[in-house]
């Protein structure tokens, strides 16, 4: 109340109870007074005309047609829900993949995997070859073969002074000393004729 | 009177006894029979259902998203439906629950999401509005700035005076009704009502006046 009027909070009041009621208004003042109850009037009018507006630009955003459209796909999403889901293959397969194939080749993938990280790390450890050869030979053999020179692992020494006194043409386009010092290098270099050989 | 009110109850009823019918139908297996029921109770809170949305979410794209899932949800969880409450209530307290869930992912997405120019979204182009029959282009322009500034006012209330005014003021629904649907008190629901109706007026009553003074100003300069 404002001056013996009543003010937007008491109209909000008296509308809310009258929807509430399902009744026209009823206020005391508002019959005793014409002032005031022009003045709910206005308000009441203000109150439908933010009703029909909210109505209307939801009605225009909606149209019949797009309704039409949406019922159509709620019924076809319902639809969908009764059906079991599917499972659809790559095209690339003809036949779909099957559960107990898959497990089996994560086995497979697994395993190799294993043998592999396996095989590196005792790589690591262990020179495979040295095992072999010492397991192949007698100890006797062994010890004779190391004290005899082998002509074809014997290392060819080049003593340092004489390679310094090389000159960059001897090394392009050779000459007699210096082939006779490789010759010894050339021969246990094989070769592939050699291996061609019967 | 308005919305639900002016529905009367010869509709509840026939709510009532076709969703009692979807779900008996349902629970026999029967569901193209279900399905075809069930399109009675579409055709027959569709729009009311896209009025909620849309003022919800102001997006009629995001709208139209949530009364389809919001339908294909009461649809998969009729089961749990008590047919002492009133479908129209159940399906709404779905539907509300939906468009609140997506304000909030919307909220966290536009954290990281630079804004967009504002454009009317779900909103026909100018022309294309103009063009159609009815309300002149003046009207067409006034209509949609009174509409603005009063989305504007809506946006500006705490979400549960909101909410309360929607409910109440534009699909009709009692404060028991109301309150049903959004789990507050029924005298809670009334002052809720009545806060958003006075604030409401202050706001609009205030951006009436700054209009007003602008234009008075842009008088007195020009």
């Not at chain 1, 190391?146 to 060819?156: F, G, I, K, L």
């Amino acid at each position: 109340m404002s001056g013996g009027h009543l003010d937007d909070g008491a109209f909000a009041e008296i509308w809310t109870a009258a929807i509430e009621s399902r009744q026209a208004a009823a206020h005391p003042h508002l019959a005793e007074c014409p002032q005031c109850r022009s003045r709910y009037a206005a308000f009441v009018g203000w109150l439908d005309r933010i009703h029909d507006d909210a109505r209307d630009e939801a009605d225009e955003a909606f149209p019949p047609e797009r309704l039409a459209a949406q019922q159509a796909l709620v019924l076809r999403r319902l639809e969908a829900l009764e059906r079991p889901a599917r499972v659809i293959a790559f095209p690339k397969f003809s036949r779909p993949a099957t559960s107990t194939q898959g497990h089996a080749q994560r086995w497979v993938a697994g395993a190799a995997a294993a043998g592999l990280v396996i095989g590196l790390a005792a790589g690591q450890f262990v020179d495979i070859r040295d095992a072999f050869a010492a397991r192949r030979r007698p100890p006797s053999q062994t010890a004779v073969q190391t004290a005899r020179v082998n002509p074809v692992t014997a290392p060819v020494v080049v003593s340092p002074a004489d390679t310094s006194t090389v000159s960059d043409e001897q090394i392009f386009f050779g000459d007699a000393v210096q082939g006779v010092r490789l010759s010894s290098l050339d021969d246990i270099t094989p070769r592939a004729r050699d291996d061609e050989r019967p | 009177m308005t919305g639900a009110q002016a529905a009367g109850l010869p509709t509840r009823e026939a709510d009532s006894a076709a969703a009692s019918a979807v779900k008996a139908l349902q629970a026999e297996g029967r569901h193209a029979e279900a399905r075809e029921r069930y399109t009675e109770l579409v055709t027959r809170h569709q729009r009311r259902a896209a009025r909620i949305a849309f003022h919800y979410l102001r997006d009629s794209a995001e709208a139209d998203e949530a009364v389809q899932d919001a339908l294909v949800k009461a649809y998969s969880h009729l089961s749990s439906f008590r047919e002492e409450l009133p479908f129209e209530i159940w399906f709404t307290r779905i539907l509300i629950n939906g468009c609140l869930d997506r304000i909030k992912a919307r909220k966290r997405r536009e954290r990281w999401l630079v804004p967009m120019p504002e454009s009317p979204s779900g909103q026909r182009d100018f022309a294309e509005r103009i063009a159609g029959p009815g309300l002149s282009p003046e009207d067409h322009v006034l209509g949609r700035e009174r509409r603005q500034k009063l989305a504007a006012a809506l946006a500006r209330l705490p979400e549960r005076q909101r909410s309360v005014f929607m409910l109440s003021h534009y699909q009709g629904c009692t404060s028991r009704e109301v309150s049903v649907v959004t789990g507050l008190n029924e005298s809670t629901v009334r002052v809720h009502l009545f806060r958003a109706i006075r604030r409401l007026r202050t706001l609009l009553a205030d951006d009436a006046s700054g209009v007003d003074a602008g234009r008075m100003k842009r008088r007195v300069n020009s």
